[in-house]
């Protein structure tokens, strides 16, 4: 069997063995896809014993490609709301997020100097503490680029493995921790989120008006749409017992039934004072000549373009009440930019609809067919990106993003555009899934290999045992500062707490056990999804800045 064969032979037999060893779980906990490198790590001292021969260039490249792989699909994920989620919304607890990553770095770097660690044991130790693979790609990465042999990185995924298992530990330890500390009630912690933001959803609002303004009347309906303003929509109107679609010369008159769609009360009561007062008048297109239909946008012509392009109100008797882009709705104005998949809430006749929605594709199948074409460009790109060499003084050779930052942000500003012509870079969330997976597996089996020949020998021998103490600091020094800091002063709901603990350290396992606290209440699950896009980017650049500083420092 040659070398190549025997290679792929033995990565498939420690992606076999982790993934099952990850799928353990004692009391809903797991390692998950962290259980690869366990497997690689028992694999790799075995091989060495037996003194079996890897192709070394072959490992090498499934590694690199493997992380291409899952930091662009990362990207693509993260993408669409990762500007979203710095807005004031989710500000507070992004903030609380990144005090956690940069106490993180603080202390790791507090002990690399206390215990004179090498720059790559602290960097492993680092990435295995706060629970994130890609920051021990970066870590790898930015050593590499700074002119460190091969065989030196390979000491990252011995102090990751070290760290690990607490790291996930730690974080379950800081939730308890503070539920005993304050003395929780979580049912009344899930009730107060049930009152504040937890019945609050990203969809908007809709109100029916009745025209009582005389001044509105005899007036066209594009002169009340701007009085109104471009973020409230009215979708219909019914006049003289007729529900109608709004077109911009039809005439309004005292009297006359609208169904205003805003963002927000505030923008509705607004338009309110302008038209007359709210009723309970219901404005429903049953058993009428209207309907309402949901219509994809998948037809590649017109990605890219503002629906005032389109002029589909003028050529159709048809309005768009809201559009619907990533679970996120929103009023769809004439300055709305289309991107592939979002979806338009339609009303009109039904002959009119059915030519909109062909004009604008409505091939729902699409959304699950992968374009290879944009995936290869972005990869191309970020590889570019991350090449790129610049040049700081005190540096042995210019600095580079290398595979783990290029990619990445590659991906969230074409994830952010959504579309350049008729390329566009949506991609379904199963296939996203199957190739970031994949990608992880193969990283995490190779470092796992590399690193297996010395696990042992560290762990009883060596320094493994200190390895891990300092991997607790790392992890439980910025979770309870943290965490106190949002429970006492901030006064954070505690489920969210542990949405937002679990979420600065990328753990899926933690929010898992964050969930079951509550099975019922979606805080947790929330609050990990805000601060998630953010993290997930600092904790890929953390170690690239760390060992830059630590490098210039020496």
């Given at each position: ?135 021990l790609a970066a870590g790898q990465q930015i050593l590499q680029e700074l002119g460190m042999a091969t065989e030196e990185t390979t000491v990252l995924g011995l102090g990751y493995a070290m760290a690990y298992p607490f790291g996930i530990l730690g974080i379950l330890l800081t939730m308890w921790i503070i539920r005993l ?156 930019i289309l991107q592939f998949g979002d979806i338009l809430n339609i009303v009109g006749p039904s002959e009119d609809i059915e030519k909109v929605a062909k004009s604008l594709g409505n091939v729902r199948s699409k959304l699950q067919h992968v374009q290879m074409l944009p995936i290869f460009i972005g990869i191309g790109l ?173």
């Amino acid at each position: 069997m040659s070398e190549v064969a025997l290679s792929i032979l033995v990565l498939s037999a420690v992606a076999v063995i982790g993934l099952w060893f990850g799928g353990i779980k004692v009391r809903g906990v797991g390692l998950g896809i962290g259980g690869v490198l366990f497997g690689g790590l028992f694999v790799g001292h075995f091989i060495k014993q037996f003194g079996w021969h890897l192709d070394p260039h072959a490992l090498h490249f499934i590694k690199e490609f493997g992380l291409i792989l899952f930091v662009y699909t990362i990207g693509i994920q993260v993408g669409p709301g990762f500007f979203a989620s710095l807005k004031a919304s989710g500000l507070r607890l992004n903030l609380l997020a990144v005090g956690i990553v940069v106490l993180g770095g603080i202390t790791a770097v507090a002990l690399h100097f206390i215990f004179d660690l090498p720059l790559n044991v602290f960097l492993g130790i680092y990435s295995g503490a706060v629970t994130n693979t890609p920051s021990l790609a970066a870590g790898q990465q930015i050593l590499q680029e700074l002119g460190m042999a091969t065989e030196e990185t390979t000491v990252l995924g011995l102090g990751y493995a070290m760290a690990y298992p607490f790291g996930i530990l730690g974080i379950l330890l800081t939730m308890w921790i503070i539920r005993l500390a304050f003395r929780i009630d979580i049912e009344q912690e899930a009730e107060d989120f049930d009152n504040t933001k937890g019945k609050k959803k990203q969809s908007l609002l809709d109100i029916n008006v009745i025209i009582e303004n005389p001044n509105l009347n005899g007036i066209a309906f594009s002169e009340l749409s701007k009085l109104i303003g471009e973020d409230v929509i009215c979708s219909r109107v019914k006049s003289d017992g007729e529900l109608k679609v709004p077109g911009a010369d039809m005439l309004m008159h005292l009297g006359d039934y609208l169904h205003l769609v805003g963002p927000n009360r505030n923008k509705l009561e607004q338009a309110t004072l302008i038209i007359g007062q709210e009723i309970n008048e219901s404005l429903s297109t049953k058993g009428t000549l209207l309907r309402s239909e949901r219509v994809v946008v998948t037809e590649e012509r017109i990605l890219g373009k503002k629906l005032s392009e389109l002029d589909l109100k003028h050529s159709f008797d048809v309005i768009i009440s809201r559009l619907n882009r990533s679970g996120v709705e929103l009023v769809a104005n004439k300055d709305t930019i289309l991107q592939f998949g979002d979806i338009l809430n339609i009303v009109g006749p039904s002959e009119d609809i059915e030519k909109v929605a062909k004009s604008l594709g409505n091939v729902r199948s699409k959304l699950q067919h992968v374009q290879m074409l944009p995936i290869f460009i972005g990869i191309g790109l970020g590889v570019l990106l991350g090449s790129m060499p610049l040049a700081i003084p005190s540096l042995p050779a210019p600095l580079k993003l290398g595979l783990a930052g290029g990619p990445l942000i590659v991906a969230i500003i074409l994830a952010r555009i959504g579309s350049i012509g008729r390329l566009y870079w949506f991609m379904p969330p199963s296939a996203n899934l199957a190739l970031r997976e994949i990608g992880i597996v193969l990283f995490l089996a190779v470092v796992g290999i590399n690193s297996g020949a010395n696990f042992i020998e560290t762990l009883v021998e060596g320094d493994g045992l200190s390895w891990m103490f300092y991997g607790a600091f790392i992890t439980l020094i910025p979770l309870l500062i943290i965490g106190f800091i949002g429970r006492y002063v901030l006064k954070v709901n505690y489920l969210s707490l542990c949405g937002l603990m679990a979420g600065s350290m990328t753990d899926p396992p933690a929010l898992a056990f964050a969930n079951s606290i509550h099975s019922t209440s979606g805080a947790s699950a929330l609050a990990y999804a805000t601060v998630y896009p953010l993290v997930m980017c600092l904790r890929i650049l953390s170690p690239q800045v760390i060992a830059v500083l630590l490098w210039v420092a020496a």
